[in-house]
């Protein structure tokens, strides 16, 4: 969800087989000759998550996670130039958050406080527009007043230029997160997504109303950061009138959701 997922850092945890494959077997040098500024950044925050010991190679959970991410990549692919790749991390706060490059991180805190298919197919199809849409690449530029041209390529970037831009991306996604109206972007993207993949986009307003509900403490930051999560649903609700061919189809009732049979306290080992 928009500020469920990005703020707070996770754990990673990934059945891997559609993260790991090329982030961490692929000697570096291989990987330079397509690189480009977002992948760089994106590179330099796995790295940092997997010194950490945060991403978690293997777990159940991935088992869960993966079928949902590989529907959701079929239909956000096009729409993108570097692969989706999704992790799970190990973090306390459930959460979700993407960095430039493709890659998606789920805590693994999130996997537990979702109530169904639906709300945790919502926060990755939130998160994944935030990638289409280069949100955290505009936040970097944002924040640090850097203009675009001053990134360049790869060539000009640097690896240790890189290093920085990450270690401030990481930074900012744990505090302020994205602006409201990106935010909102993310989440009327992501319902397209979702649908597309045919997941109920009403998964993310029962998130939003389950936050409502929730002990402050429990709730996904990148929801909590915006007191706006009304605004947010009215939002939604309203892109769902909009276009009837597109959602009518999909149940309001929190009744139509599926069940997401997640192991209790799923062992986890980490990459390092
Ligand atoms: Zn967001």
Redesign the pocket.
């Known amino acids: 969800?928009?500020?469920?997922?990005?703020r707070r850092w996770l754990g990673v945890v990934a059945v891997c087989v559609l993260a790991v494959t090329t982030s961490a077997t692929t000697p570096r040098a291989a990987q330079d000759r397509n690189q480009d500024d977002e992948q760089q950044v994106g590179q330099e925050v796995f790295d940092e998550l997997r010194a950490k010991g945060e991403i978690v190679a293997s777990s159940p959970l991935y088992e869960q996670l993966q079928p949902i991410a590989a529907a959701i990549t079929r239909t956000a692919q096009p729409r993108y130039n570097h692969p989706f790749r999704f992790y799970l991390v190990h973090e306390q706060q459930p959460n979700a958050f993407a960095t430039p490059g493709g890659n998606v991180y789920v805590t693994d805190s999130l996997m537990y406080f979702v109530k169904n298919t639906e709300q945790l197919a919502g926060t990755i199809c939130?998160?994944v527009s935030?990638t289409i849409h280069h949100?955290s690449m505009h936040l970097i530029e944002k924040e640090r007043q850097v203009e675009r041209r001053e990134l360049g390529a790869a060539i000009l970037l640097g690896p240790s230029r890189a290093h920085v831009l990450a270690i401030v991306l990481i930074g900012k996604l744990r505090s302020l997160?994205?602006s409201r109206d990106?935010?909102s972007a993310?989440d009327l993207t992501g319902a397209d997504v979702c649908a597309a993949s045919q997941y109920n986009p009403w998964g993310l307003v029962w998130l939003f109303q389950d936050f409502d509900k929730a002990d402050t403490a429990q709730i996904p930051q990148?929801l909590s950061d915006h007191p706006d999560n009304q605004h947010r649903v009215d939002a939604l609700k309203q892109h769902f009138r909009d276009a009837p061919s597109v959602f009518g189809s999909f149940s309001s009732d929190t009744a139509s959701a599926r069940a997401l049979s997640v192991p209790k306290n799923a062992a986890e080992v980490f990459l390092r």
């Open positions: 969800m928009g500020s469920t997922t990005h939130h998160e935030h949100d997160g994205y990106a935010e993310a990148l």
